[in-house]
């Protein structure tokens, strides 16, 4: 039989030694068969669990100062499990800019005035100030987290908090304020675009849904028993998860009779209740009937041919 990748290490006895394998090290417990060598042994698979399987990092006492990369490494493989996919890649780009300065240095040389090389370095990248401020801030949690794990002194938190945000006219790149796309210019594209890509248009209208709730909404999702269909996503599955679940909220999306009569037009009878309403391989197969074999738009001009494109052809 294949050896299970998801159970637990056991002590294992070596002559009078209790020993655990635990990520491809011999870890050793004390002597076999002692009550401190079944406590170490506890703990030690405690500590593991609780760290996502991973061997924890040595605490800020140890003989061996934790560098600054163990830190990031270790709050990345907590943030992964954490926060949703688009918060985690935008956390690993914080993290990626203190790691490639200071990552080798221990984390007790980490202070105010490192966080602000840190910072200028994302000025010189052309990041926006609010950007900037919210990367400081994923920063900082990350040795807050390291220090509710006693991983670095508590210290360090406290001095990284003294760094004070930016504020206007210290950056060049303000940013810019992203306001709705006119009404106008959504009708010109509807002309563009497929029935399946159409409904979902006209449905964010009439109902304020994000894209990706009615990309993924089934039939069994939907509430048809009273005059108004109403979806909740409570996150009792992968398919019932929004953006802001993890703060403890439930969202209702409600459909009134236009979105029905729009959902209806896609509720084939003979499709999968659990298969979702909207199917990229339709709106694909519309959209190679209407322009062709390639999908191409009409005003889409056609790609060169791979011997047009070498180089002294083109």
């Known amino acids: 039989m294949p050896r299970l990748k998801n159970r637990t290490p056991k ?48 605490s800020a ?45 221990p984390v007790t040389r980490f202070g105010p005035k490192r ?4 910072r200028d370095a994302m000025i010189r990248i052309g990041w926006s100030r609010g950007h900037i401020n919210k990367q400081i801030s994923r920063v900082r949690a990350a040795f807050r987290w390291a220090a509710s794990y006693e991983l670095c002194d508590v210290a360090i938190c406290r001095q990284l ?26 009708r010109r594209a509807r002309r563009y675009v497929t029935r399946p890509v ?16 009615l990309v993924r909404l089934r039939p069994t999702d939907l509430d048809v028993s009273g005059e108004v269909w109403t979806v909740t996503y409570d ?35 003979g499709k999968s209740l659990d298969h979702p309403i909207f199917s990229p391989r339709d709106a694909d197969s519309e959209g190679k009937r209407r322009h062709g074999r390639r999908g191409r738009r009409p005003n889409q001009k056609a790609t060169p041919k791979k011997t047009k494109r070498r180089i002294g052809e083109a």
């Open 61 to 105: 006492a140890a003989a061996e100062p934790t560098t600054v990369t163990e830190i990031l490494l270790a709050y990345w493989r907590y943030a992964k499990r954490r926060y949703s996919r688009g918060e985690a890649d935008t956390i690993k780009q914080a993290l990626r800019q203190v790691r490639a300065l200071y990552g080798s240095e």
């Open 115 to 118: 966080l602000r090389t840190v």
């Open 11 to 58: 002590m294992c006895r070596d002559r009078r030694q209790a020993i655990v394998w635990i990520d491809g090290q011999r870890l050793y417990l004390g002597r076999w068969g002692t009550p401190e060598a079944e406590e170490r042994y506890n703990r030690l698979i405690a500590e593991w669990l609780s760290n996502g399987k991973q061997l924890p990092l040595q």
């Open 235 to 269: 996150g009792s599955d992968c398919s019932r998860s929004h953006k802001t679940l993890h703060h403890g909220k439930v969202r209702t999306i409600y459909f009134g009779p236009r979105a029905q009569r729009i959902l209806k037009m896609f509720m084939k009878p």
């Open 198 to 213: 159409r409904a979902l248009i006209d449905l964010q209208l009439l109902t304020g849904a994000r894209a990706d709730e």
């Open 161 to 186: 908090q003294t760094v004070e945000p930016l504020k206007r006219g210290d950056v060049a790149n303000e940013g810019r304020t992203v306001r709705p796309v006119p009404r106008s210019t959504v």
